[in-house]
């Protein structure tokens, strides 16, 4: 009986093709690594068809190993096989043709079928070229799950079986002749029994030559020609043989390429809509206004939706969280620490959670969506440019914008950028992007101070966030570590037309992780705040908790920016930041209603008062009802108005929260990219660098007097950290070379 | 650019994407593909697993952004 084996890459589409050729129905699917094992079926009474596993190689060293691909091998070359089929997969030809060149050299009658061919998006595939360049053997284009082409297939494989003894078959060798009297060498002494073995003497003595171990084939006799022929070529390249092999296929197949595949137009270049849109949104100028109005048009949506819900699940989380669980611990009489570790720590913090919810999930959405149109690459691309005019490197433009996101998966992104001095310049660039932690505390300051234009506010918060990031890189890249700047290469896909489902579905997993990871801190700090709150101390005359002796001795380092003495949480809750940005406007939550100690009375009937209240949270979503009970309900947003008296404090306060410090795990994960040194350069420098803006913003609105000695301060403080920063910079470059440290 | 300047780049750098050796290559990232997979399927260029997606679009090639970086060991 004769055997016909099927070979190609995986998922190339064999199993397929054997199916309709045997009509078995053996699995097929859409991923590599379906076939693991041969599996054998009758096409007629006298043939035999072989699905063999997909294979890149059938030289077992370039394998690493895989036991699919080494089943492939080891039948092809310890087996009688009579034909073979081998399927490329046309949307990847080069690495299919690497295959196909060695199995051209087992010198066997040979059909090639181009599968595929229907899934090709502007390219053709020239199938008289292809089979000009294989002569002597046979070339099908086909889609091996069209029924018509199965046919087509029948008809050749039996055409082709028929005249196989005719045929004469010529192998194509693309070595060099140094390879080539290698291979003739090796060839010459091979001893073989050819009953025995398919793969002509040529193609097992490449595989030898490649350092290849065939089974049942001994080469201890060959040592000596061997290593002459290795020594030989080795010393011509430098290279391991089975490379200088596998470097003259790709050379051979590079030649034969460009009469192959044709290029069609883009389908880029065929949209006229992207073409058009493009026109506007990467213009020199147009481009970075485009920009801005999509940026804020983002903001003004994210922040109008969530305004609309925030009271709901405020409330929700104050009636239940709050004066439920107030009402359940009255009833039993619980100690006063329990007391604060629930309703302060725990019910606050939540409630807090709550409300940060719909601003979460809105700006997540907003992302997400001009993720999904193909707009976020033209960001970059409209920024690079920008970027490049103040001498900066373009590519850092890609982790400033994963920033906007998370400071951390940001700075493990500066791996991509080529040189040390760039991974350095951009991780110290990018804490100053706003992240979606601080989003979520900016959101609750903006609503409730400026309620008429939030977005405005947030809007401004991004773009110094840029502008300080800029201006860091600048400074860093033209006094401190001056260098070559790297381009930005990036591909910008076609613009669609977003998909709701999967955008709402990205947005709520990550609004789900983000409410996690805020409720672990929630957990940490309620039991820290509840355990200071508890103890008592006598202080100036009066007695009073640890917390509030904390924050007491703190508040003044924040007199600066504008925290009054009395107005203690706002500083804890800036060290409380260090740890997490997220924790905040929890910890603001948490002190106020601890310090306020405000829920005095509790209400007689819960249910009644529960029920009251959330149904006026659900009639606050009408429009008309809300226009007319425009008040400010939320515990926290009432507090915040209590402690920050004048709006210049506010905005102060917010800029300071944009630009101090990153947070601990920002710190850590750029420490471990670069070293200590740049990371306390990274966290000094940002704690100058907010001192200095929220001063002067006081200084700008309140025209205050006091706060120029912080001003004066903090410029010491910058120009310190620039000469201090110089000298790293300077002694990493002696130690590394100069070279190295503008390499890698 | 052939197989042993694509090993001499990896060698040089921490990692870097497909798109990334086209750059250095001034080549096309399609042009390179086959290279790397052949180093990958040798077992000396390694996947790094990162989180450095913009976000959840699809719309760019996936393959072209997965971080390769050069390993000694053969797995």
């Known amino acids: 009986m004769k055997k016909i084996a099927l070979l190609g890459n995986p998922n190339c589409g064999k199993t397929t093709l054997f199916n309709a050729l045997t009509k078995k129905r053996n699995k097929v699917a859409n991923w590599a690594g379906v076939t693991v094992e041969v599996a054998t079926a009758a096409y007629s009474k006298n043939l035999e068809i072989i699905d063999l596993p997909g294979c890149y190689s059938i030289c077992h060293a370039d394998t690493s190993g895989a036991i699919d691909e080494m089943i492939a091998a080891n039948y092809l070359f310890n087996n009688k096989v009579d034909f073979i089929v081998n399927i490329i997969d046309s949307s990847n030809l080069v690495r299919s043709l690497y295959l196909t060149t060695q199995l051209l050299e087992l010198e066997l009658p040979t059909i090639i079928i181009v599968n595929k061919v229907d899934l090709l998006k502007n390219t053709t595939i020239n199938i008289e070229s292809l089979a000009k360049s294989l002569k002597p053997y046979a070339i099908i284009s086909a889609c091996t799950n069209d029924p018509k082409d199965i046919i087509n297939i029948k008809h050749m494989l039996e055409n082709k079986m028929l005249n196989t003894q005719k045929q004469k078959l010529k192998p194509i060798l693309c070595f060099s002749d140094e390879i080539k009297n290698c291979i003739e060498k090796v060839q010459q002494s091979l001893a073989l029994d050819e009953a025995e073995i398919t793969a002509s003497k040529q193609a097992i003595a490449i595989n030898i030559l490649s350092g290849n171990k065939i089974k049942n084939i001994k080469t201890e006799s060959l040592y000596n020609t061997l290593d002459a022929c290795r020594k030989k070529l080795q010393i011509e390249s430098q290279e391991d043989m089975d490379i200088v092999i596998a470097q003259a296929r790709y050379d051979f197949i590079k030649s034969i390429m460009p009469k192959i595949e044709i290029k069609q137009k883009t389908e880029k270049e065929n949209d006229p809509v992207t073409k058009r849109l493009d026109d506007i949104l990467t213009h020199k100028y147009l481009g970075i206004i485009s920009l801005m109005c999509i940026m804020y048009f983002l903001f003004f949506f994210a922040l109008s939706t969530a305004s609309s819900v925030q009271q709901l699940f405020?409330?929700?989380?104050?009636?239940?969280?709050?004066?439920?669980?107030?009402?359940?611990?009255?009833?039993?009489?619980?100690p006063d620490i329990f007391n604060i570790f629930l309703i302060h720590g725990l019910g606050q913090g939540i409630t807090t959670l709550l409300s940060f919810i719909p601003i979460?999930?809105?700006?997540?959405?907003?992302?997400?969506?001009?993720?999904?149109?193909?707009y976020m690459p033209r960001a970059a691309f409209v920024t690079d440019r920008l970027m490049r005019i103040l001498h900066l490197p373009g590519k850092a433009f890609i982790p400033l914008l994963i920033g906007f996101s998370c400071n951390v998966p940001a700075i493990i992104a500066t791996r991509t950028l080529e040189t040390k001095r760039d991974r350095i310049i951009a991780g110290i660039m990018t804490p100053f992007m706003l992240c979606n932690a601080r989003l979520a505390v900016f959101a609750i300051f903006a609503s409730t101070f400026f309620p008429t234009y939030p977005s405005v506010i947030i809007f401004s918060l991004y773009i110094t966030g840029v502008i300080v990031a800029i201006i860091t890189g600048f400074i860093l890249c033209r006094f401190i570590i001056p260098g070559d700047i790297q381009p930005l290469i990036m591909e910008l896909p076609p613009y669609q037309i977003p998909k709701q489902k999967t955008i709402i579905a990205n947005s709520l997993t990550k609004t789900v992780k983000f409410c996690f990871r805020v409720g672990k801190y929630i957990v940490g700090l309620s039991g820290i705040i509840s355990i200071l709150s508890s103890v008592s101390y006598e202080y100036h005359g009066a007695t009073k908790t640890l917390l509030e002796i904390i924050g007491a001795n703190i508040t003044p380092m924040f007199n600066g920016?504008?925290?009054?003495?009395?107005?203690?949480?706002?500083?804890?809750?800036?060290?409380?930041?260090?740890?997490?940005?997220?924790?905040?406007?929890?910890?603001?939550s948490q002190l106020y209603n601890g310090s306020l100690n405000n829920i005095t009375t509790l209400p007689s009937d819960f249910w009644a008062y529960a029920i009251d209240n959330i149904?006026?949270?659900?009639?606050?979503?009408?429009?008309?009802?809300?226009?007319?009970?425009?008040?400010?309900?939320?515990?926290?947003?009432?507090?915040?108005?209590?402690?920050?008296?004048?709006?210049?404090?506010?905005i102060a306060y917010l800029f300071f929260n944009l630009l101090y410090m990153p947070c601990i795990s920002t710190i850590i994960t750029f420490a471990k990219e670069t070293n200590w040194r740049w990371a306390m350069f990274s966290a000094t420098?940002?704690?100058?660098?907010?001192?200095?803006?929220?001063?002067?913003?006081?200084?700008?609105?309140?025209?205050?007097?006091?706060?120029?000695?912080?001003?004066?301060?903090?410029?010491?403080a910058i120009a310190l950290n620039i000469i201090i920063s110089k000298r790293i910079a300077q002694k990493e470059i002696k130690n590394e070379s100069g070279h190295e440290f503008n390499s890698n | 650019m052939n197989l042993i300047q694509i090993k001499k780049y990896f060698q040089s750098v921490p990692m870097a994407t497909t798109i990334d050796v086209a750059e250095h290559f001034k080549t096309q990232p399609v042009e390179i593909k086959c290279y790397v997979e052949h180093w990958e399927h040798k077992g000396l260029l390694k996947k790094c697993i990162t989180k450095n997606k913009c976000g959840s679009c699809s719309l760019c090639d996936f393959d072209l952004l997965q971080h390769y970086k050069w390993s000694t060991k053969v797995a």
């Open chain 1, 615 to 650: 149904q006026n949270s659900f009639m606050l979503l009408v429009p008309f009802y809300k226009a007319s009970h425009n008040e400010i309900n939320s515990s926290l947003q009432a507090n915040l108005k209590m402690f920050f008296t004048n709006n210049s404090n506010v």
């Open chain 1, 685 to 716: 420098w940002s704690l100058s660098i907010a001192y200095l803006i929220a001063s002067l913003i006081l200084k700008l609105t309140n025209m205050a007097t006091e706060n120029i000695l912080v001003i004066s301060v903090t410029v010491i």
């Open chain 1, 314 to 334: 405020s409330n929700i989380g104050e009636v239940f969280l709050i004066t439920g669980t107030a009402t359940i611990l009255n009833k039993l009489n619980s």
């Open chain 1, 360 to 374: 979460v999930f809105t700006m997540f959405y907003s992302i997400n969506f001009l993720e999904e149109t193909g």
């Open chain 1, 561 to 588: 920016i504008g925290v009054s003495n009395d107005n203690w949480p706002a500083s804890v809750a800036i060290i409380a930041g260090i740890v997490a940005k997220e924790t905040v406007i929890i910890t603001l």
